[in-house]
């Protein structure tokens, strides 16, 4: 394969005392779907808002397009984000802005294009995630999975070369979420996009990842293409792929215990 | 003992943050003031469209109350000048003094207060609540520095309309001065009008309005800094609102005092 255009290295993390990302190291190949799974508090939107530059290591590197991400200056990081698109967990629509403005915002502020041509770029995007009509919409009137979409019609607003979509179809519909799975598919094959996804729908990682990352407790667990996750011996993918519970606690005193404590 | 020892290491620890957030804030400030006065020229665009917003909503929406206070406060201050000055006949010398405080003292810092109320813990709650939102993360991924989009609007649109609004305020305050001395006191339009030009030079006038620049600078960096520094969701959002608006008044009143030292004292 090519030369990864994300090279994470020994990356270390930490909330005050806890720590979250324990080493972590990860290559991300052009144009390819990688998948990151785990449990719910694991550490995968901390480690894409570290992969973005938005908080800074303990140590270690990230190294994007031949850029340290961690030191890099303020200029160089903004040349690289605007090749990124990011979809946070929970949108991060502006609200104070409609729909449409939301889209266009980046395009107004990157691009010399003229507000017509922007107009038609936002309603295109908007189109495709299949909200044509509510560019007037502020956020505040949206439901949940809309939001999702128009956020992450925003994300794509510019055609980035690399996307981040953290749980893009969490709390959609079936329909709705096989459909952002399709929009998926299709950024990666016509726009030829890298892209990343968080997601715990087994359905849509069988569905779209080339590769699948599996993360627990601030380490990655499994790497490798979907067909080798199937066949992993490794008790903890195999718990994960058969959605097995934790084991039951068999030690009542210990459990009473520690209530009380 | 051991009480006092923490309660010791206690106020040194809260001594430690208040110079952590001095530094910060001057940090934030220093920067804003970069993206207003460098920046321009490097090929970044000031948002003049957002700050004209801001202006309205800073400046134009506050007169009616800038007005209304400063008109009650120029008649309060006439009405216990007259109570005094009767007592030696000398009812007129109220314009001097109505005048000279209002432009010295309380225009600006009327203005300075009710700005701070309004539109400080507005900024504060703004850039807060985004905050919570991830809205500034969001920002940051578009490779838009929060400071030039959200803090410079602001600030530039506080630095225009605040000392606009003080110049309101000293002449509503005069005004206000006038209504008494015309009803109240008897005097004649004319005396009144020539006593209060006698009484005012240039530098009454000009120290109010550069201090009211000045405390523009505070109430908006102390707002967005406040904004910046939330955490915690909506409950977070509340109490920086609050901090926002003491720590500015706080730092107004401070810095008055500073620039009436500079300004006036003769030690
Ligand atoms: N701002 C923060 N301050 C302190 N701790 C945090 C903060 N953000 C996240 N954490 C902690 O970091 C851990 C990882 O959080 P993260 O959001 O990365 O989880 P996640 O894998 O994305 O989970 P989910 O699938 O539920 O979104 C969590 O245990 C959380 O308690
Ligand atoms: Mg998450």
Redesign the interface.
């Known amino acids: 394969m090519n030369e990864p255009i994300i090279k994470i290295r020994d990356l270390h993390t930490s909330y005050g005392k806890r720590k979250i990302l324990k080493g972590i190291n990860l290559d991300i190949y052009p144009y390819e779907t990688l998948v990151i799974l785990g449990r719910s508090g694991c550490g995968k939107s901390t480690l894409l808002?570290h992969i973005?530059?938005?908080n800074a290591p303990d140590r270690g590197e990230i190294i994007m397009k031949d850029v340290d991400v961690t030191k890099a200056s303020?200029e160089k990081?903004?040349?690289i984000?605007?090749r990124?698109g990011?979809l946070?967990q929970?949108g991060?629509?502006?609200?104070?802005m409609s729909v449409g403005e939301n889209v266009a915002?980046?395009l107004l502020?990157?691009t010399p294009q003229d507000k017509s041509i922007i107009k038609i770029m936002m309603r295109m995007k908007l189109n495709i995630v299949g909200l044509s009509g509510f560019e007037d919409f502020m956020p505040s009137q949206l439901s949940g999975g809309m939001k999702k979409r128009a956020a992450l019609a925003r994300a794509i607003a510019m055609d980035p070369d690399i996307l981040f979509c953290d749980e893009p179809s969490a709390g959609l519909d079936p329909i709705v979420a096989a459909g952002i799975d399709q929009l998926i598919l299709k950024l990666k094959t016509a726009l030829r996009m890298t892209i990343v996804v968080v997601t715990h729908e087994m359905a849509s990682v069988f569905m779209i990842a080339d590769r699948v990352c599996l993360m627990h407790d601030g380490e990655i667990k499994f790497l490798g293409s979907r067909e080798e996750m199937k066949k992993s011996t490794i008790p903890y993918v195999m718990q994960f792929l058969e959605r097995r519970p934790d084991e039951d606690r068999l030690d009542p005193e210990n459990y009473l215990e520690e209530l009380v404590a | 003992m051991a009480d006092l020892k923490a309660t010791a290491g206690q106020s040194g620890r809260s001594l430690a943050f208040f110079f952590v957030h001095v530094a910060r804030m001057a940090r934030l400030t220093g920067l804003s003031l970069i993206w207003i006065f460098v920046a321009p020229f490097k090929g970044k665009k000031l948002r003049w469209g957002v700050t004209f917003v801001q202006m309205v909503r800073i400046g134009v929406e506050s007169v009616p109350i800038v007005g209304v206070i400063s008109f009650c406060v120029g008649l309060i201050i006439a009405m216990q000048a007259a109570d005094q000055l009767e007592k030696f006949g000398a009812t007129i010398y109220v314009a001097d003094l109505v005048s000279v405080t209002m432009c010295r003292e309380l225009g600006p810092l009327i203005t300075a207060i009710i700005v701070a109320g309004r539109s400080g813990s507005a900024i504060a709650a703004?850039i807060g609540?985004?905050k919570v939102?991830?809205?500034i993360?969001?920002l940051?991924?578009?490779?838009?520095?929060p400071i030039g989009f959200l803090v410079v609007p602001r600030l530039l649109a506080m630095m225009i309309v605040v000392p606009c609004l003080t110049i309101l305020s000293d002449f509503v305050g005069i005004a206000g001065g006038f209504v008494l001395a015309l009803t109240n006191l008897k005097l004649a339009f004319i005396a009144y009008f020539n006593e209060t030009a006698g009484a005012l030079y240039a530098k009454d006038f000009i120290t109010g309005l550069v201090k009211s620049f000045f405390f523009a600078i505070i109430i908006a960096q102390v707002g967005a800094y406040q904004g910046f520094n939330v955490s915690g969701g909506a409950e977070g959002v509340g109490k920086s609102t609050t901090t926002a608006v003491v720590v500015s008044i706080f730092l107004v009143i401070f810095a008055d005092l500073m620039f009436t030292m500079l300004f006036y004292s003769t030690l």
């Open positions: 808002r973005i530059g938005l303020e990081r903004d040349e984000l605007k990124i990011m946070f929970n991060a629509l502006f609200n104070s915002l980046p502020e990157h | 703004e609540t985004m939102s991830e809205e993360d969001a940051q991924t578009m490779a838009l520095n």
